[in-house]
Each structure stands twice: as structure tokens, then as C-alpha cells.
């Protein structure tokens, strides 16, 4: 009997709707019942004098303050925590993964932190590098990894161990150790898990497209500029199946599209070039299909009235390189559709270019602006990923005001200037209260960051708030929910200004009571009111200048549909915003798009723009969401300028849009 052919692989395959936690789970009953289990485990996560870890108990986890929820912890007979598991098919890694986990690890004995996979994903190397990459960007560095026997592993100084292996490699090892103890249940248990593992890596094996949705648009976008596409009135198409983003290449409709059916029949054809039937189209898909035939094309297919034509990526290509091939293999079909093409050249003086792409007016690229122009801030929820650093060096701003930020990765760190850690890491005035606890208490942060040479920046440390700041210093009584700093533009076009970035940071009720709600943010909110509040110092508030942006997680004009007494709490943070002298600055229409569906509860009259979509959604199919907002002072705020970036094509890689800002008197 294969892994594949039994009976809880079988039924699973058809009913069960994730089989990763369903493995995830069979997983933790084998472990919590069988000792022979348990100890291959042991003996598989050694330390590096070779001794093997004490497991004796393993459990789920239960999930922290801030949604972090490791697979399995591994606990001593003392009930420490040894080590932490991780299971994954074909998911992309998440926000916490590894860096809070590894936080949570204790550093006084050997732990480990231990990946499960697919076999092609460890033998890839791809999901290993972005791991260590990831580590490496919190300040944890790595020995060289040793790879053997189907395990890569790699130590820190501390003791510990970063691990990744196989459902095949560890499954295996259970089943040998079941089989030498003659445990015949064990033995049992772990072949119908072998099957369900099995049964799940096949049945949902297919690529993580987040990424390579943005990759389309970034595409497209370049195809637009160099003159080969044209997107008037075509965004993207979705369904259960299938993602797609819509065009027109050199006169004739087409797509790029994923088709996650595909991907499990035919994994090396997920991804497809559609040309399809529209009205009056300068190219017909029929002279489309002939055109392809007279050059040779033999990949096409037709389905129905639609012709196909594969798109073949490069494995374990970085997005640029993704990026790169889509473009390349799209001009050559290009230039077949059209020889004296490019079709569209004068696209970028078009009124759709004009609409659509207002960032690319605003900011000219190379990261820099004309000196005596307008100061340029923007401020941005990148929800911890990489690509919107690279995004922000190439927009021409100067100031960038972040949420959910970690370090700058090193291809850039050259080019951005962060300020001292104290200015933005809550850690470094209570890193007594959580020493021990578990987990860490945040791993991102809101960030005041310099992009160019026009303005001279002077970060405030943070403090504790038990007293009166020093002029370098601010109190803070949040944790991961402010950062400021000074703002002087160099060549005096306005005079110094305060910015503040601000994080409506999650928070959750006391476990003592019987709580109708999980979480909240507005708590953390009145705090941020109450931290910024110090830069206020006179009742003429149009003295100061104080600009305060970011993500706060709360609605403007209703309480996130959630009846009068979320409208009434919602409400008094705008009134206390008000009160101590900060104009609401929106943004609010027209500047900015409101999404074709309202969110839950919003009034019909609401003049919110949309600034963030669910990770199920996109740009173009996001709910009328608005949870950024921009303050400035009473007088200031005249000379402000303020626009969600949230067109469909200029949104950039994060959940949440960019909010520009201009500031010019």
C-alpha cells in the first residue's frame, strides 16, 4: 500500500477543505500519544554536541496577543519550551514566521525551530533562503547550514537552530522507530498520516501567487510604457479557479492568467497568455491563432473561443527575474502580432496614462526632487514585506512615514536612513518587562524614514512615560504605535515640522471576562493622542506644526459597522484628534478612489477612499475599507496636500496604499 492510497488520504483528498491543518492536527495526536514518536523526535532534533532534546509533552499552541500561532511547541518534563514546528504545503510563510517564533525561543538551552515541507520545497533551497533571509533582517545571523540526509539546519551563537525537513524525512523516521518498538498503532497512525500528507501535498500543490499577481501588474505596467499594451477599462478577472489580469498586446485582447485547476493537473502549466473575443478589437483571436501558427507557435491551444498560449517562468526566480521573463516572453508575441509595432507609442501621453498612473507624474524616478519643489511625504502600512522598500527608494519623496516596518533589506539599506534604534523600537525602554515572556512582544514597527538629500531628519528617542522628555526624547506609552521625528528641509522652502507615524496597534480584551469582541484598536489609538500630545504646548494651536499619519484600524464616520456603540467610541477619537488642535486631513473624496462596494456597515453618503483590501482580495476587488488617515496642526494644514494612492495600478505591494502627502508654503 503507497502513502497515497489510504483511507483517511482518500477521504480527505475530496472533503477535507485544509488538509495542512488536518495534517497539521493528525500530526499532533500522534505525537501527544505514541512515545515512539516522540522519541525519533528527540533524537531527530539534536544539538550541536549531539545529544538528542528532551521531548517529553508536544501540544498545539495557543495564539498571542498579536495572532501568532505556532503549529506545535515541543515542552521538557519541566514544561519548558524546547521547540517549535512548523507545517507547511505549499503556503507562503507569514507574518511571523520565523522571526517571532524564533523570538520566542529560550536562549539559556539548545531550542530549535523546525520547518515541515514538501521534499521539493527543501531540495529547491528557495524556502530555506528566504527563512534565513528573513532572520538575517532581524539582526539574527546563522552559521553556514548543514545539509544531510534530507535536513538543512543552521545554528546561532545563543543555541538556537533554525531546521527544515520533509513530511517524507520526519514521517519516515516515526515510522522506523514505531516499527523497531513492534508499536503496531503507532504504526497504523503514521501510515494514515504518511497518506493524508501525501494526499494534501498533491492535491493543493500550487504556486503562491501573491507575489506573482504583483508581478502581473509590474508587467503590464512596463509593457505600457515601452508601448506594447494598453489597459483602458481592463483591470483583473477572478474566480475560484482563476486570477487574471486583463490587456490588450499589440491591438489584440488579452490576459495573463493563473489557472489553479491547471496548476494541480498540469503543474508546469499554471500560467497562460489568453487571447480573447472583444467588440471591434484591432486584432481578432482568430487572426491572432493564425498569426501564432505562421511563426511556428505549437504551444496554443483553443478552450472554447478563447486561445491559450503557455507562459514558461524561471524556477526559483526572485520577482525582478519573474518580472523580466514575463516582459521578454510577452514583447516576442508582441512583435509577432505586430512588426512595425510598438502598437501603443504614444501611451504614456494618453489620457489613460494621465489617469492612471498619477505617481509616476508626481515623482520622477531615482529617488530624488527637484530642490525648491514641494516636500514630499508618504505615509505606509508594508505590512512587514520587502518590496515596498524597493517601491519607496524609486518614488521620489523624501520623508516616508511606516507601519508594520521591519530593517530595510541590505540591497537598499544604503539608501534610506531609519534612525537609532531607540527612535522606533518600543523594546528599548521596557526590554525588562519583556525579557522571559513569550512571545516577544512585537516584531514591527511604525518608522520616520529619510529618502532624500532635501531635509535633515532628528529622531526622538522613545521613553518610558514616567516623566518630563528631554528635547530629544519622546515618552511613549504604547508598545510598536509611534515614532517621530524632526523634519528641516534643507533649502528653507518651509520651516521645521514634527512628523509623527502612527499604528493603531491590535489589542485584546482581559481573559477574565466574557468578551463579545476579540480584538480592538482604538485603545491603542487614545494612547498614540495622548503620546503625540506633548508636542503641544500653547492654546493658539496654529503654532505648531505637527503632522501625524498612518494606519490606525479604526473607520472614519461609523464604527466598522458594528452598531452606536462602536459609532460612539470611533467617534471620540476623531473628537479628541480635533480637540488638541489636529485637522482631520482625510484623505477623503475626491482624493482618492472609492471602491465600487461599501464596507460593512458604512453609510451610503460616506466620502471615505478605500486605503486597504483582505488578504483574499485585490486593489481592484477590495471592499471601500479606510483605516489611514493623515492629521496636521490647526494652520499647518493649509499647506497640505493629501491623496490615497490607491488607483488599481499605482496601489504598490502591501495590503494598504500609500498616502502622499505635500507640504508647501
Not at 525602554?429 to 535633515?456: A, I, Y
Not at 464616520?557 to 459609532?567: L, Q, R
Request: proline share 5%; hydrophobic share 40%; net charge negative.
Amino acid at each position: 500500500m503507497t502513502d497515497e492510497e489510504t483511507l483517511l488520504g482518500a477521504v480527505a483528498k475530496r472533503h477535507a477543505y485544509s488538509l495542512e491543518d488536518a495534517a497539521t492536527d493528525a500530526l499532533t495526536f500522534i505525537l501527544s500519544r505514541r512515545a515512539c514518536a516522540r522519541q525519533a523526535l528527540s533524537e531527530f532534533l539534536r544539538d550541536d554536541a549531539g545529544q538528542p532534546f528532551p521531548v517529553a509533552k508536544v501540544d498545539s499552541w495557543t495564539a498571542t496577543e498579536h495572532g501568532a500561532i505556532p503549529d506545535l511547541a515541543c515542552f521538557d518534563e519541566k514544561d519548558d519550551v524546547v521547540a517549535f514546528i512548523e507545517s507547511k504545503f505549499w503556503a507562503t510563510l507569514t507574518d511571523h514566521q520565523p522571526v517571532t517564533y524564533w523570538c520566542a525561543l529560550p536562549t539559556d538551552k539548545p531550542a530549535a525551530l523546525l520547518f515541515l515541507a514538501p521534499q521539493s520545497r527543501v531540495e529547491s533551497g528557495s524556502l530555506w533562503d528566504e527563512l534565513v533571509d528573513r532572520l538575517r533582517q532581524a539582526d539574527v545571523e546563522l552559521d553556514d547550514a548543514d545539509k544531510t540526509d534530507g535536513l538543512v539546519s543552521a545554528a546561532a551563537k545563543d543555541g538556537r537552530r533554525l531546521m527544515l525537513t520533509s513530511w517524507e524525512v520526519l514521517l519516515g523516521l516515526f515510522s522506523e522507530t514505531a516499527k523497531r518498538d513492534d508499536d503496531s498503532q503507532a504504526c497504523f497512525e503514521i501510515s494514515q498520516l504518511r497518506g493524508l500528507a501525501s494526499a494534501g501535498i498533491e492535491r493543493d500543490k500550487t504556486i503562491p501567487d501573491e507575489e506573482l499577481r504583483q508581478s502581473f501588474w509590474d508587467a503590464v505596467e512596463r509593457l505600457k510604457r515601452s508601448g506594447w499594451a494598453n489597459t483602458d477599462r481592463l483591470t483583473v478577472g477572478t474566480g475560484t479557479n482563476y486570477f487574471a489580469r486583463y490587456f490588450r498586446l499589440a491591438g489584440a485582447p488579452a490576459g495573463l492568467r493563473i489557472d489553479y485547476e491547471d496548476q494541480k493537473q498540469r503543474p508546469e502549466r499554471y500560467l497562460w497568455l489568453w487571447f480573447w473575443h472583444e467588440e471591434n478589437a484591432k486584432l481578432a483571436v482568430e487572426d491572432v491563432a493564425r498569426i501564432l501558427d505562421q511563426a511556428g507557435e505549437s504551444e496554443s491551444e483553443w478552450r472554447g473561443s478563447e486561445l491559450l498560449l503557455p507562459i514558461v517562468l524561471p524556477e526559483d526566480a526572485d520577482d525582478q527575474t519573474t518580472v523580466n521573463s514575463i516582459v521578454a516572453e510577452l514583447e516576442r508575441i508582441a512583435r509577432l502580432l505586430d512588426p512595425e509595432g510598438p502598437t501603443y507609442p504614444d501611451a504614456h501621453d494618453s489620457g489613460e496614462a494621465r489617469d492612471r498612473q498619477p505617481a509616476e507624474r508626481l515623482y520622477p524616478p531615482g529617488g530624488q526632487t527637484e530642490r525648491g519643489a514641494a516636500i514630499k511625504v508618504v505615509s505606509w502600512n508594508i505590512a512587514t514585506r520587502i518590496k515596498p522598500w524597493r517601491e519607496l527608494v524609486e518614488m521620489g519623496a523624501d520623508v516616508a512615514l511606516l507601519q508594520e516596518a521591519r530593517r530595510p533589506p541590505s540591497e537598499i539599506a544604503d539608501r534610506v536612513e531609519i534612525g537609532p534604534e531607540e527612535s522606533w523600537d518600543s523594546h528599548s525602554w521596557n526590554s525588562e518587562w519583556w525579557r522571559g515572556r513569550w512571545p516577544r512582544l512585537f516584531d514591527r514597527w511604525p518608522m520616520v524614514v529619510r529618502l532624500s538629500d532635501r531635509v535633515d531628519v532628528e529622531w526622538f528617542r522613545q521613553v518610558s512615560p514616567d516623566g518630563w522628555p528631554t528635547e530629544n526624547e519622546i515618552s511613549v506609552s504604547g508598545i510598536g504605535t509611534i515614532t517621530a521625528a524632526r523634519v528641516t528641509p534643507k533649502d528653507g522652502s518651509t520651516e521645521p515640522f514634527i512628523v509623527v507615524s502612527m499604528y493603531g496597534r491590535w489589542v485584546g480584551p482581559h481573559p477574565s471576562i466574557q468578551a463579545s469582541w476579540e480584538i480592538y484598536a482604538d485603545a491603542s489609538v487614545h494612547r498614540i493622542i495622548s503620546d503625540l500630545s506633548v508636542f503641544i504646548g500653547h492654546d493658539d494651536r496654529r503654532t505648531h506644526r505637527i503632522l501625524a499619519a498612518g494606519d490606525l484600524n479604526v473607520t472614519y464616520g461609523y464604527g466598522h459597522g458594528s452598531g452606536p456603540y462602536w459609532d460612539a467610541r470611533y467617534r471620540n477619537l476623531f473628537e479628541r484628534f480635533e480637540a488638541v488642535g489636529l485637522e482631520f486631513m482625510g484623505p477623503q473624496l475626491p482624493n482618492g478612489r472609492q471602491a465600487e462596494t461599501l464596507a460593512t456597515g458604512e453609510p451610503k453618503d460616506s466620502e471615505n477612499v478605500v486605503t486597504y483590501h483582505l488578504p483574499n482580495r485585490t486593489p481592484a476587488t477590495a471592499s471601500n475599507n479606510q483605516f489611514d488617515y493623515v492629521f496636521a496642526s490647526r494652520g499647518f494644514h493649509q499647506s497640505l496636500k493629501v491623496r490615497a494612492m490607491n488607483g488599481v495600478d499605482e496601489w504598490g505591494s502591501s495590503d494598504h496604499c500609500r498616502l502622499e502627502i505635500e507640504i508647501a508654503e
